[in-house]
């Protein structure tokens, strides 16, 4: 228990220390975003003073003609109000020239190259007789699109005379710069931060994932080697308290008054040293299975031997039903290999089911396989370890009871076995009505 909030702790902090560093990422980041946008916008103003100021005599020019027109509308309309309704109107095309001009001063400049010049006109303002009429013009002053920059303002007035009295014409503007393309240059500029971020932050989510990886790894690996070691005590403890007894019993001299009895203990013995060596053998293959080379395959009858694998082993305390189709079929295979994996799935039919019920093994042909099905009428195995039953010493818990003996090597040296000769074993179905082991035999292998 102290282990796991040991690792819990470490969790937490691993995760904090995550988003500390997102956090800190994102702040740097935005914070050099800001920086980079403020020089951007720094730099296209600069450029663009120096092209304006270079065309004053155009822009008084430009402000010359629109007093013409101002005169030539106030000789035909003295209202104020209808007078700054036809500014407003007349306003956008008086900057049309100007705008033409500086656009080819900045398509030759490498910073406003993609920037493009607007004027506007921002506020008429007309007084006549005394009284001020004020209009605001085509774009409010004080309200810019987030993809324009304010350069400079202009302005002028003119008075025109006439027989009625005086009229005083005021007009205010601005120096736009269209950036439509500056995110995409920021983003530009800052394309080394980004990448360095992002791999930062994949660098060190991928150390924290290895490092987990690494602990939860050999966490398994301690509670496989404890209970490798539990079940190797549980399995070898009966055998050897066997052994003993027979040999205490074997030094009494009366004892061997007893022939026949002499020989029980002798066969006893026999059993108990059969039980202890399998255990080793066992634990042996599974240590230099993966070390071995594969064994040499033969062409064989397969049908035939399966039956005469099959008059060869009786279920004593199980129905056994088998059914061997088609009739005769040549595999090139390995047969003790085979064998031995038979050999176990038979062994764990009978161990997890119950006295009595059936065992069925079952061959067909399905596409360039030939399958060998092993059916038990157990109690299955629990969804959650249908996935570990293959590896190497898992056994399904049973809350420290030992119902069944086993160091949970069989299926994994039977797979391993088979996948050394090209063939395969895998777990098909398994419920509470019981399991069906399936072996997938190449038949069309030469």
Request: net charge positive.
């Amino acid at each position: 228990m102290q282990t796991r909030n040991k690792i819990n702790v470490l969790i937490g902090v691993c995760v904090t220390t995550a988003i500390l560093l997102i956090y800190l990422q994102y702040y740097l980041v935005n914070h050099t975003y800001e920086q980079t946008k403020t020089q951007y916008t720094k730099e296209i103003k600069e450029s663009a003073y120096q092209i304006i100021n270079q065309h004053d005599g155009l822009q008084n020019q430009i402000i010359i003609e629109f007093s013409k027109k101002v005169l030539t509308l106030a000789d035909h309309q003295k209202t104020p109000d209808k007078l700054l309704n036809l500014l407003i109107h007349q306003s956008d095309s008086l900057t049309l020239k100007f705008n033409h001009e500086i656009n080819k001063q900045f398509r030759q400049d490498v910073k406003l190259k993609n920037v493009r010049h607007l004027v506007k006109f921002n506020k008429f303002v007309i007084e006549y007789n005394g009284v001020r009429y004020e209009r605001k013009g085509t774009e409010n002053e004080t309200k810019t699109a987030d993809n324009q920059i304010r350069l400079m303002s202009f302005g002028g007035n003119f008075s025109i005379s006439d027989k009625e009295g005086g009229l005083t014409v005021s007009f205010y503007g601005m120096h736009y710069a269209d950036v439509s393309g500056w995110k995409t240059e920021l983003y530009k500029r800052m394309s080394v931060i980004f990448i360095a971020a992002t791999i930062l932050i994949i660098t060190v989510s991928l150390l924290f994932y290895l490092t987990f990886s690494a602990i939860f790894r050999q966490k398994k690996i301690t509670a496989i080697q404890t209970d490798f070691v539990n079940n190797m005590t549980h399995e070898l403890k009966t055998p050897l308290s066997s052994v003993s007894i027979i040999l205490k019993s074997l030094k009494k001299p009366e004892i061997y008054k007893d022939t026949k009895l002499v020989d029980e203990l002798i066969a006893s013995l026999e059993r108990q040293h059969h039980k202890i060596q399998h255990i080793i053998d066992d634990v042996l293959e599974s240590a230099i299975l993966t070390q071995q080379k594969a064994p040499v395959k033969s062409q064989i009858d397969i049908v035939k031997k399966l039956r005469e694998y099959i008059s060869d082993r009786p279920l004593d305390k199980h129905q056994f039903q088998a059914t061997i189709q088609p009739e005769q079929l040549q595999v090139f295979t390995h047969w003790p290999s085979l064998e031995k994996a038979l050999d176990n799935l038979l062994e764990n039919a009978t161990k997890y089911s119950d006295q009595g019920s059936t065992i069925k093994l079952t061959t067909y042909v399905e596409n360039t396989l030939f399958i060998i099905e092993v059916i038990d009428e157990g109690k299955g195995i629990k969804k959650a370890y249908q996935s570990l039953i293959f590896d190497k010493f898992f056994r399904i818990p049973e809350e420290n009871r030992h119902n069944t003996k086993g160091l949970g090597l069989g299926l994994y040296i039977s797979r391993q076995t088979l996948r050394q000769i090209g063939s395969e074993l895998i777990l098909t179905k398994s419920n509470d009505n019981g399991s069906i082991f399936q072996i997938q035999l190449p038949v069309n292998e030469n």
